[in-house]
């Protein structure tokens, strides 16, 4: 998060205000403050340019001072979600086992309206990257689909554990303990082998359609590793192999040149100040035009093209100039 406002510049009163003054297009989020916030604690949402604003209390010990942070819709519903994941989210996860929803008549409708708000978070910044429902549609399955991975996963988990528990002839067993059909337990004890099946197919699939992109040069690391990041940089661009830049480029950027079909001559660059050595390649590494590291600069860390290359954190992407590429 970063800080916009905040004391001793602004009084609280002044940071309250704040939001509304800026645009007209803020809204606060009354029931998300009420499920996570502390006294004195706000949250709005910026509808059009997918920002979340918090008010908080910041800092440690007698240091701490009210501040207005600004947050990208990304950051933010990550941040809201591991929140609520132990209060709001898990009571929704049992209604029917939920004791505060018996002991609060009318509760549940907090927790449904908490939802909203952190729902309406993500359906707004996707909403602001794709172009149609059908898009927006596409990115809700692939969350599904993450869901039905780790649910066939747990369902080999209880397969196993039945197998071990029961051992050879744990069909038999298995319904007698869990008082079902014959086919019923059978079904039940062969979701380990159709998980595994699955992953398999899975993997051979991804072989067999994913293109893997290598540096054309060594670029001093294991050659998994270095595969690795140059595929997480090209991604879905189309890497052109018979082209080779102009003119000889420094000793540092050669191991890391690619050619884009669409974009021309590029470096596959780990962007400054998202680059994380432990981090996830494919939330650092991206594709910059050969003018455009050569005009910021760069820094060699860990055998990488470091540079400071203007990159927007939502959409994931370098942003330049047409003058910047170079066929």
Not at 98 to 111: K, L, Q
Not at 195 to 200: D, G, H, P, V
Not at 228 to 252: F, G, I, K, N
């Amino acid at each position: 998060m970063v800080t916009i406002f905040r004391e001793p510049d602004h009084s609280y009163e002044d940071l309250v205000e704040m939001p509304e003054v800026m645009s007209e297009d803020i809204e606060e989020l009354p029931a998300l403050t009420a499920a996570i916030a502390r006294p004195g604690e706000r949250l709005w949402q910026h509808e059009s340019n997918a920002l979340v604003y918090r008010l908080w209390r910041k800092g440690r010990g007698k240091r701490t001072y009210w501040a207005l942070d600004e947050e990208n819709f990304i950051k933010a519903h990550e941040r809201l979600s591991k929140e609520l994941a132990d209060t709001v989210l898990a009571r929704l996860r049992r209604p029917g086992r939920c004791e505060e929803y018996a002991i609060v008549p009318g509760s549940e409708d907090n927790d449904l309206a908490a939802v909203e708000e952190l729902d309406r978070i993500w359906l707004t910044g996707i909403r602001g990257l794709t172009s149609t429902p059908v898009d927006v549609d596409g990115a809700i399955r692939l969350r599904m689909r993450d869901i039905r991975a780790e649910l066939a996963r747990l369902k080999a988990l209880r397969a196993r554990n039945l197998q071990e528990s029961y051992g050879e002839d744990a069909t038999a067993h298995v319904a007698a303990a869990l008082e079902c059909s014959h086919a019923d337990a059978h079904s039940v004890l062969g979701a380990r082998e159709r998980y595994e099946r699955w992953i398999r197919a899975g993997a051979a699939h991804a072989r067999d359609t994913i293109p893997v992109h290598r540096p054309p040069g060594s670029t001093g690391l294991p050659d998994d590793q270095a595969v690795r990041l140059m595929t997480a940089a090209c991604w879905t661009e189309t890497v052109l192999y018979d082209r080779m830049y102009p003119q000889p480029l420094p000793s540092d950027l050669a191991p890391w040149y690619v050619y884009i079909e669409a974009r021309g001559h590029c470096i596959a660059v780990a962007v400054e100040g998202v680059y994380r050595p432990e981090g996830d390649p494919w939330e650092y590494m991206t594709i910059a035009p050969v003018k455009l590291v050569l005009a910021v600069g760069w820094a060699m860390q860990d055998s990488l093209v470091v540079s400071p290359v203007p990159y927007d954190m939502i959409i994931g992407a370098v942003l330049w100039d047409d003058g910047d590429n170079e066929f």
